[in-house]
């Protein structure tokens, strides 16, 4: 498996709070992605980062923001919560865009009540 | 504009019998096409991916996929389905534009296996 890890796994937060979703990567890959899995919808990407600092836009991304300060690290903020973005949120890492496979986190389970 | 559309939300097969996960999609540029796996409370796993090169895909686990152009298709297949198939799968299409890159995950395919 891919060395990917996600904090925290599961999150239960109030509305309005600030929450940080952490991916974390051992394999050194220059992209990384933040996406939300709901019902009926698949997997929709939220931001997603091609380096160090350099950072875009997906297709849901009101809400939320990011920051890539290593290679290693991409933080997912939602800087006031709503009921909803009650979601599971998975990271992924690939070595380029487009046509490289992604491999997966194992997923946070974030409730906003 | 990108679009992929899982044409069945759920499948139920027997175990022994063919599996067919269909996917039909819309891109204006050259797309890579991917299957992805998840089962229950796990992250996704890469089943197979297209990439432009031999339009049959041989995946893991025994799965396949053909690319056809003409039918803007990309269904899933395996001969013989086992209980550990039991999963949702998602079609995938990524390109790459002006405006940079894109990936659009279909909505998914729960496919039941029974004993």
């Known amino acids: 498996d891919a060395g990917i890890t996600q904090s925290p796994r599961h999150k239960v937060t109030e509305t309005g709070t600030p929450v940080t979703l952490r991916c974390h990567q051992t394999?050194?890959?220059?992209?990384m992605y933040w996406y939300r899995q709901d019902p009926g919808h698949g997997l929709r990407l939220i931001h997603y980062?091609?380096?160090?600092?350099?950072?875009d836009k997906g297709e849901v991304s009101d809400g939320y923001s990011v920051s890539r300060s290593k290679t290693e690290d991409f933080l997912l903020t939602l800087e006031s919560a709503t009921s909803s973005q009650t979601s599971v949120y998975f990271c992924?890492?690939?070595?380029?865009?487009?046509?490289?496979?992604?491999?997966f986190g194992p997923g946070t389970r974030l409730t906003v009540t | 504009a990108q679009s992929v559309t899982q044409l069945d939300s759920h499948v139920s097969v027997s175990e022994g019998t063919p599996v067919l996960l269909r996917c039909n999609y819309s891109?204006?540029?050259?797309?890579?096409l991917f299957w992805y796996v998840q089962h229950p409370n796990k992250g996704l796993q890469l089943l197979l991916k297209?990439?432009?090169?031999?339009?049959l895909v041989k995946g893991i686990n025994g799965f396949e996929a053909e690319f056809k152009k003409s039918e803007t298709s990309f269904h899933l297949t395996k001969p013989s389905a086992h209980m550990s198939d039991a999963a949702e799968y998602f079609c995938?299409?990524?390109?790459?534009?002006?405006?940079?890159?894109?990936?659009?995950f279909g909505a998914g395919t729960r496919l039941f296996v029974k004993a």
């Open positions: 394999e050194n890959h220059r992209y």
């Open positions: 297209y990439t432009s090169a031999a339009t």
């Open positions: 995938v299409v990524s390109d790459q534009d002006t405006g940079g890159f894109k990936t659009i």
């Open positions: 980062s091609y380096g160090v600092k350099d950072t």
């Open positions: 891109s204006s540029y050259s797309p890579s």
């Open positions: 992924a890492i690939s070595g380029g865009p487009s046509t490289y496979e992604q491999y």
